[in-house]
């Protein structure tokens, strides 16, 4: 199954993450088009070599939407229905849009990727290198949908991680959407009275600088984000406040020895977190047999990322004789044994070989 | 008056800051003589050279206590009896400290600086370069120590700010000690879980490691710090939850115009959060005719911070003829009218000259 032969990709939205889109499949030898609501910035695009054309090229293997999460679902379908390639997109939020865009062909994308520099000029063509990209492949998705985007991504120089929308929805509220309203909301209490008194802020150290930096930025696609998120949101902002509560409980009781256990636990999980995997050196190839049937493909990518293997590249191949197929995963070598006895636990009976 | 004339210091307490004092006074030209409650330390003190003796120096016209938080009212104390020079500390809180040890001759401290090294062995001459360090002059204080401080830390290379004791304890909370309790409980939060799915929290973008690298320090000193400040950490750590909550409030009804605003009104003030001054060209003296009474001291010292004058140097010249002194004040030049203006409108008589 040639799944990417092609090369020829659509990317509708051209701002940084788009534009770096662009750059990185068009050095990965790719023929780019694309789109954007803006015809001028389509048209500035082209000149900084973003895409081959500005178009949307019906034959394309792969459509990758980077609008404004509001208009994803609107040019997700639109892709859909004018090329038969799968579509992906890159939004901060996936649950609401792959529910609104609900096609196998469509895989919910969200690379973990920014930059200090916004819009079509910060675009990078390296802007993924190293950079986790999360798929999140549910029940209706077409596997030769997934491994077309998954090949796009690992092409761009990202590590796929697998995860169930929701589950991606509820983990970015705790590690990124959350962390920038308390951001938000610490620079608001330094900012009350320092109109008068601004320059006793000048005693703001590093680490204060550091916690409210992500504040200083542009807030216009945060309301969106929270809208469509908030589900995921609200109660982890709950929960943060809970947190708080239990720091303050012991500080008003002056009970040193309970604060002390809390902030143990604290340094404890931030020294334990995990760090960007280095890309691996040895690969090893699991091959999985699994039945033809819908969510087969979500589990098992969903159960390597839990079990902490990146899957470095992915094909289905089905036997012709039947409702079985093959799942083929290259992982790496060393974590090839941990997605072996995750599969067996779950009633798969996968077989594993090195690769040459 | 030759304030500083001696040049001899103590310095008690010789971990990271204690011994960072020592080598910074050091480079200066002081003689320091050192001392820990572990015998062991102070002498690799005197090893990496620190300190010239092992000792606490009875002459010394200045003694600067560096111990833990709970032990500097009776360090201060002891080194009030044993010397006639002036006293300070380093400590985080200020207000029970300046209240515990009650004397004329002690001025309360806060160096805003530290390093990842922790201890003894992370000391270095420049840690004070560039930082800003608190002085919380009160009522009591005698302008003489005042000015003993305030040069010894001028001279390590640091920028005094003077507060009032109960308003540096309330900054600190805002911007040094809520944000540390902040980065533990976003800890804790994406710990929660995080046993099985470790795997997952590799998600974690650099803006949430910038949030929460605090809180890989070690804890041992928060509980005493925390104690010890808890009467200004308790209502900052209401206010947060109370700025979490009206972030959550219009989370929850959608009100995507209401968030916006709030995070306009963070960003505005993060950007407009004062940077670190550069040291200034040219100064100014400012002359201020005081009457030898309580409080003026901090009067004019906390004005000069309030309206964001650096005092670079402060010396005091009694007339001899009565209760009228002068207080010398060198500011940067181009903000002596600013100084000038407030004092005038306090009801001193000023008279500013720009130096040489």
């Known amino acids: 199954m040639a799944v990417v032969a092609a090369r020829r990709a659509n990317v509708v939205g051209l701002g940084l993450i788009g534009g770096s889109v662009g750059l990185a499949l068009r050095a990965d030898g790719w023929r780019v088009s694309g789109s954007d609501a803006d015809r001028r910035r389509a048209e500035r695009a082209l000149e900084i070599g973003a895409v081959d054309a500005v178009d949307l090229d019906a034959e394309a293997v792969l459509t990758i939407v980077a609008t404004p999460v509001a208009a994803i679902p609107a040019a997700a379908r639109d892709a859909l229905g004018r090329t038969s390639g799968a579509v992906s997109d890159v939004g901060s939020v ?6 609104a865009v609900g096609d196998p062909r469509f895989v919910g994308g969200h690379p973990m990727a920014g930059s200090e ?11 993924f290198e190293g950079a986790v990209w999360v798929l999140t492949p549910d029940d209706g998705t077409d596997p030769g949908a997934y491994s077309t985007v998954q090949a796009a991504v690992a092409a761009v120089g990202a590590e796929v991680v697998a995860l169930p929308p929701d589950r991606h929805d509820a983990l970015v509220a705790v590690v990124s959407h959350v962390p920038h309203l308390t951001a938000a909301a610490l620079m608001r209490l330094a900012a009350e009275g320092a109109d008068e008194h601004r320059a006793l802020l000048r005693l703001a150290a590093g680490g204060f600088r550091d916690m409210t930096r992500v504040a200083a930025g542009h807030p216009g696609i945060w309301p969106d984000i929270c809208g469509e998120n908030r589900a995921a949101i609200v109660p982890v902002l709950d929960r943060l406040t809970a947190a708080l509560g239990e720091l303050r409980a012991a500080i008003d009781a002056d009970d040193r020895g309970r604060l002390l256990g809390l902030l143990e636990e604290a340094r404890h999980a931030r020294l334990n977190l995990p760090s960007r995997l280095a890309r691996p050196a040895d690969l090893a190839e699991v091959r999985v047999p699994v039945p033809d049937r819908v969510g087969v493909l979500a589990e098992v990518t969903t159960l390597a990322t839990e079990l902490g293997v990146n899957i470095a590249d992915l094909e289905i191949a089905h036997s012709g004789e039947g ?19 995750g599969l067996v636990a779950r009633g798969y009976r996968p077989g594993v070989g090195r690769l040459e």
């Open 323 to 341: 409702e079985q197929g093959v799942l083929i995963l290259l992982v790496e070598a060393d974590r090839a044994d941990r997605l072996f006895g």
């Open 94 to 99: 996936k649950a609401p849009v792959v529910m």
């Open 117 to 127: 520099q916004e819009g079509l000029d910060g675009a990078r063509a390296d802007l």
